[in-house]
Nanobody, 120 residues
Framework: QVQLVESGGGVVQPGGSLRLSCAAS????????MGWYRQAPGKQRELVAI???????TYANSVKGRFTISRDNANNTVYLQMNSLKPEDTAVYYC??????????????WGQGTQVTVSS
């Protein structure tokens, strides 16, 4: 079994910063891509950023230059540093990790979601 635990959400004023974390635990052999998605009320879940096992990154156009995704392979953790936050960044943020388990099975796992609210 694998569990992903997110932390770091909260309420911040426009222009502020937050750092999200997502740590995986369980019978993990290796982790391929790690990513962050978000879902605002009444909208579909959308990709925010992805980081490959080799460190290559991809960002949604709406967050380029403001958000930075990074990973700590030793601790099976992915981070999302969010700067210059805007009200339109308000959403529930979900992490996603593509995990190869010790059993040899591979699957994509989701965190429980963390609320980010940008408001004055």
């Amino acid at each position: 079994q694998v569990q992903l635990v997110e932390s770091g959400g909260g309420v911040v004023q426009p222009g502020g910063s937050l750092r999200l974390s997502c740590a995986a635990s369980g019978s993990i052999f290796s982790i391929n891509a790690m990513g962050w998605y978000r879902q605002a009320p009444g909208k579909q879940r959308e990709l925010v950023a992805i980081i490959s096992s080799g460190g290559s990154t991809t960002y949604a156009n709406s967050v380029k230059g403001r958000f930075t995704i990074s990973r700590d392979n030793a601790n099976n953790t992915v981070y999302l540093q969010m700067n210059s936050l805007k009200p339109e960044d308000t959403a529930v943020y979900y992490c996603n990790q593509h995990i190869l388990m010790l059993s040899g099975m591979s699957s994509a796992y989701w965190g429980q979601g963390t609320q980010v609210t940008v408001s004055s």
